[in-house]
């Protein structure tokens, strides 16, 4: 009962050194003042933009897209200046090192890893070796286990009897549909299927997410003393320590017992971690088990949401995908060459996130050191960059009628340029950024890739669906476009 009135105190405090800090900052000569502003000028103004960029962010960075066409251009937020970049910035930037245009420090400054996760998580980063190495070289190994886990977990979710529609909350069964797929590669059975370890997971990364975005707005020298506040790290470590304590060390025993010769050592990301031996403690590993699903699971269920309200609001396309799925499968089964056969279903994907998916910034960055463009562009020490990735997506010169939701459009396009690699689905480049672009574009895009598009198969062969209650089911909300958590969709068993 005391946290609460804490809570609340710290949030106030935290929100009125923003604004304090946020005055300040406008009220003075800054080194961004040659980048053009859109948006209102002078002190108040800035603050203004800064408060309608939170429900308007796509609209402000259009605006700029359209009057700066060639030039960066800037944009006050909560956080500070945010310079997006013109699109032929983009190859420039991206051949810059990773140490120059940080990724991570933009992820920090969004999640504060260090609060949120704990401190050896900012400070190693060996996930994405993990990634980019076992995880996506084992994808066709991992498939079986995804494809039993999604039928179990589909299945048990959408119990039903024959002709009775359900309406299920979109958001909320496509955060557990993904928590339990993405556990299944993580931890194995039996502990991917326990209710209390998916839920623990799926609560886990939504509690991360809210704390990191309210320290996010507390100026750094008061973070320490916040994050005690606002923060429940340690019990959600203590809770995940629990369920992970008994397994971690019975697979400590057996890595001691047998070394090398433990024949039937799991196939999952926790045992890779714990091969690894960066980190051997139960606390330690169980932080980075929390980490890595909070990486691949918000982002994936957000996909899928939006991908099921996509389907059941275009039912025109149910047969087209019915019949490319039933003929895929008949010739090579669920396999991952299987999947990579559907270019329906990849396209309807890649369509629904090209179309809605895209946030007003995209591939974003922090200078750590001051950087001149080619243009002549500066970029002082501690510059948030990004592009303005939605601007991008439906600027008519990268596609045809781009406000028009096009759910075969990249089938169409691999048909005409005879190149079927292009515009997958997977693919990044400089009209594509979902999946941001460069040396950080995400690594984990093979597998939500495969995930997201095994669902969508097996949910279209299925199942027949039709939105329910609170339809037209997206928000905007801080430059992205989401799926309303009230939203629901009515599934009932195939009828035909
Ligand atoms: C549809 C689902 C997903 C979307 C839309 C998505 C999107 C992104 C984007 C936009 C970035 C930033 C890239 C850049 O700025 O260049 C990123 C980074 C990242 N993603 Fe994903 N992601 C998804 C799924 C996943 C999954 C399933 C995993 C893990 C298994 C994952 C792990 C990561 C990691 C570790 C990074 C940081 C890369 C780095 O620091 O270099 N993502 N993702």
């Not at 108040?44 to 609209?59: F, Q």
């Not at 370890?197 to 320290?215: C, H, P, R």
Request: charged share 20%; glycine share 6%; proline share 5%.
């Amino acid at each position: 009962m005391e946290e609460l009135p804490n809570f609340q105190l710290f949030c106030g405090i935290g929100l009125a050194a923003s604004i304090l800090a946020c005055s300040y900052a406008a009220s003075r000569p800054h080194p961004l003042d040659h980048i053009p502003t859109v948006g209102s000028p002078g002190l108040l103004g800035s603050y203004w933009s800064a408060v309608k960029y939170i429900s308007n962010a796509i609209d402000i960075v259009q605006q700029g897209f359209n009057k700066y066409k060639t030039d960066a251009f800037r944009v006050s937020t909560m956080h500070g200046w945010i310079v997006y970049l013109n699109p032929s910035h983009l190859e420039e930037v991206m051949k810059l090192p990773t140490d120059v245009m940080s990724f991570e420090l933009v992820l920090d400054d969004m999640v504060r890893m260090e609060y949120t996760f704990g401190s050896q998580i900012s400070h190693h980063h060996y996930n994405l070796t993990i990634i980019r190495t076992r995880l996506t070289r084992n994808l066709s190994v991992l498939l079986p286990g995804i494809k039993d886990e999604m039928v179990a977990t589909l299945d048990g979710l959408l119990d039903m009897k024959p002709n009775e529609w359900k309406s299920i909350p979109v958001v909320d069964y496509s955060r557990t549909i993904t928590a339990s797929i993405l556990n299944r590669t993580v931890v194995r059975l039996p502990l991917c299927r326990d209710p209390d370890w998916v839920n623990f997971t799926v609560q886990s990364t939504m509690d991360a997410i809210k704390e990191g975005v309210m320290l996010g707005g507390v100026p750094d020298f008061l973070l320490t003393l916040s994050a005690k506040f606002i923060t429940t790290t340690s019990s959600r470590l203590r809770r995940g320590v629990k369920h992970l304590d008994p397994i971690i060390k019975e697979r400590l025993r057996c890595m001691q017992a047998y070394g090398e010769k433990w024949t039937d050592r799991p196939f999952d990301v926790l045992q890779w971690f714990m091969d690894d031996e960066n980190e051997t403690t139960t606390p330690l590993l169980t932080a980075r088990i929390l980490f890595f699903i909070f990486g691949g699971m918000i982002s994936t269920s957000i996909v899928l949401a939006k991908v099921l309200c996509f389907l059941a609001t275009n039912p025109q396309c149910v047969q087209p995908l019915r019949e490319e799925v039933e003929m895929v499968i008949d010739e090579h089964g669920w396999t991952r060459e299987g999947i990579a056969q559907m270019r329906r279903v990849d396209s309807f994907i890649k369509e629904t996130l090209r179309f809605d998916g895209s946030a007003a910034f995209g591939v974003q960055r922090k200078t750590t050191k001051d950087v001149t463009l080619s243009d002549g562009t500066f970029l002082p020490q501690g510059t948030h960059v990004a592009v303005p990735a939605y601007a991008i997506e439906h600027d008519h010169h990268n596609y045809e009628n781009p406000f028009s939701f096009e759910p075969f459009r990249f089938v169409d396009l691999q048909d005409k340029c005879g190149d079927l690699s292009k515009y997958q689905l997977t693919s990044v480049s400089h009209d594509s950024l979902m999946f941001g672009f460069g040396k950080s574009a995400c690594p984990g895009r093979f597998l939500a890739s495969m995930t997201l598009k095994a669902l969508l198969a097996y949910i279209v062969v299925t199942y027949d669906l039709k939105p329910g209650k609170d339809f037209p089911d997206s928000q905007k909300l801080a430059g992205v476009i989401l799926t309303r958590p009230s939203a629901k969709l009515l599934f009932r068993k195939r009828m035909d």
